[in-house]
């Protein structure tokens, strides 16, 4: 098949250059002017591919979409004249929110979403590391994506394993409750994940991890208190030595993902009017860091 990444970080290079070892042709779309672009995989040897062509770009059968969340809207406007109309757009990146712009800027397009576990750093712009194997579930965001379950074969023949969710919203909740538990305060007391596990964050845990099942409950989802609060602290634990992404966001400068993360919870919460009074906080508390660069 043919595949364009759009926003080839350290996932988008992973899945490059796993797709491209399982004999797809794939092209990329990023930031960089160059017309190539190499990326070497572990100690595997480099691949060449083709960067900013729209040609090859109109030709994708699969646009996946690795960019980080505040760059969507902004990079689909502009290359959204050079994608098929039948083509499969995949958003694949932490938080939520960007569905529904893409919805809309594509309407006739199978749109399909996915979370990942996977591992992966980026030592400079033509290197990858998988330091960690994963889980990708990948499910439809609209009903055209409904018909495009086949997919999961051909993600799962290259980069295993690959699983269909029929509520994907539920998967992308899951992962957004512990994004919302992490993120914020590694990158707010600059710290690694493993730091939450000491006693002085725990308060602060179960009230985010309370507010955000309360959030997931009202949505109708599926969502059990206890069980959320474990499956932070296991990620804690997992990623002890991890620095989180909006750590590296807020220690780098970099724009963060807070309005994708919490600000999505809150956003979700005024429908409800349901108070989550600590995300408010924490979300205030990374927007004052942005904006006083
Ligand atoms: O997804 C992550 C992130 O850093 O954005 C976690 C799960 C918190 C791992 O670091």
Redesign the pocket.
């Known amino acids: 098949m043919n595949f364009a990444i759009v926003g080839p970080g350290a996932i988008g290079s992973l899945w490059a250059s796993y797709l491209t070892q399982a004999g797809h042709h794939v092209c990329l779309w990023s930031r960089s002017d160059s017309s190539h672009i190499s990326i070497q995989r572990d100690e595997y040897e480099a691949i060449q591919l083709i960067n900013n062509d729209p040609a090859q770009l109109a030709q994708a059968d699969v646009v996946l979409i690795t960019l980080k969340a505040p760059q969507v809207n902004n990079v689909l406007a502009s290359i959204a004249a050079h994608i098929h109309p039948d083509a499969i757009l995949l958003l694949m990146h ?1 938080g939520m929110g960007t569905a529904q712009v893409t919805q809309q800027r594509f309407p006739h397009n199978p749109l399909l979403l996915a979370t990942t ?1 996977h591992g992966a750093y980026r030592p400079s712009n033509h290197q990858v590391h998988h330091t960690g194997q994963g889980q990708t579930l990948l499910g439809a965001a609209n009903a055209r994506g409904t018909q495009c379950e086949f997919l999961v074969e051909v993600l799962n023949h290259a980069l295993p394993q690959v699983l269909w969710h029929r509520k994907i919203e539920q998967a992308l909740w899951n ?1 957004l409750a ?2 919302c ?3 914020p305060l ?1 990158a707010l007391h600059q710290v690694r ?1 493993g730091e939450l596990a000491q006693a002085k964050y725990r308060q602060q845990l179960d009230q985010i991890s309370t507010e955000v099942a309360q959030v997931m409950l009202a949505e109708g989802l599926d969502v059990d208190s206890d069980a959320l609060r474990q499956s932070i602290n296991h ?2 634990n997992a ?1 002890a030595n ?7 966001d807020i220690a780098h400068r970099r724009q963060s ?1 807070i309005d994708f ?1 919490t600000g999505h919870l809150i956003q979700t919460a005024q429908i409800h009017a349901i108070d989550v009074s600590l995300n408010e906080q924490l979300y205030h508390a990374i927007k004052q860091i942005e904006q006083n660069w």
């Open positions: 932490n576990t992962k512990i994004n538990a992490i993120n590694t994940n990620v804690i990623t991890n620095y989180s992404s909006m750590q590296q993902e993360i």
